[in-house]
Antibody, heavy 120, light 112 residues
Framework: EVQLVESGGALVQPGGSLRLSCVTS????????MHWVRQAPGKGLVWLSR????????NDADFVKGRFTMSRDNAKNTVYLQMNSLRAEDTAVYYC?????????????WGKGTLVTVSS | DVVMTQSPLSLLVSPGEPATIACRSS???????????LDWYVQKPGQSPQLLIY???NRASGVPDRFSGSGSGTDFTLKISRVEAEDVGVYYC?????????FGAGTKVEIK
């Protein structure tokens, strides 16, 4: 069974930093690109970033470039999202997701998410 | 960026009745390999999104056959042949052909 389990969400002050983790299991991690997607309270889904299998390349949404960095550790079957200079508008549930093997950068499995709250 | 426009944004449907959600993209989603990079997801209350339809018209594993997807290029449709109470949720289309990945705004389906 494919499982994606996010952690690391917390209450953080504006300007602070946070690192989210997503531990995966149930599939061969090194065969898949991975994504981060977020959802602000009561809002829709917003894509943030994806990372290549070897971890050496990412695509990022323009609005996170320079603030958020996605990485992966293939030995630990884990992806990360380092978030710096956090703002109130970054408050959201952050989902880790697996990219499909076929097609484009489409997603087939999602984690349950971890809540990040940015507030003083 | 590819803009994904869903309609309607909300649907109130009686059990057993059909429902149709449209998704239009601002650019063609047809991949060079011949498939359309368009997926449909449902987010049930309090849950994370789950895949319903991939590559425009393929049901994901475990998805009831009352769900179907169609379309190509820029116009896509998700149909529920007979809505059931468990189908309540927000339905999203998503394109993965071009970066950044983009989602429709979501269609909230409620039961009368």
């Amino acid at each position: 069974e494919v499982q994606l389990v996010e952690s690391g969400g917390a209450l953080v002050q504006p300007g602070g930093s946070l690192r989210l983790s997503c531990v995966t299991s149930g599939f061969t991690f090194t065969k898949y690109w991975m994504h981060w997607v977020r959802q602000a309270p009561g809002k829709g889904l917003v894509w943030l970033s994806r990372i290549r299998i070897d971890g050496a390349f990412t695509n990022d949404a323009d609005f996170v470039k320079g603030r958020f960095t996605m990485s992966r550790d293939n030995a630990k079957n884990t992806v990360y999202l380092q978030m710096n200079s956090l703002r109130a508008e970054d408050t959201a549930v952050y989902y880790c997701a697996r990219e499909t093997e076929v097609g484009g950068a489409n997603i087939d499995y999602w984690g349950k998410g971890t809540l990040v709250t940015v507030s003083s | 960026d590819v803009v994904m426009t869903q309609s309607p944004l909300s649907l109130l449907v009686s059990p057993g009745e059909p429902a149709t959600i449209a998704c239009r993209s601002s650019q063609s989603l047809l991949h060079s390999q011949g498939h359309n990079c368009l997926d449909w997801y449902v987010q049930k209350p309090g849950q994370s999104p789950q895949l319903l339809i991939y590559l425009a018209s393929n049901r994901a594993s475990g998805v009831p056959d009352r769900f179907s997807g169609s379309g190509s290029g820029t116009d896509f449709t998700l149909k529920i042949s007979r809505v059931e109470a468990e189908d309540v949720g927000v339905y999203y289309c998503m394109q993965g052909l071009q970066m950044p990945v983009t989602f429709g705004a979501g269609t909230k389906v409620e039961i009368k």
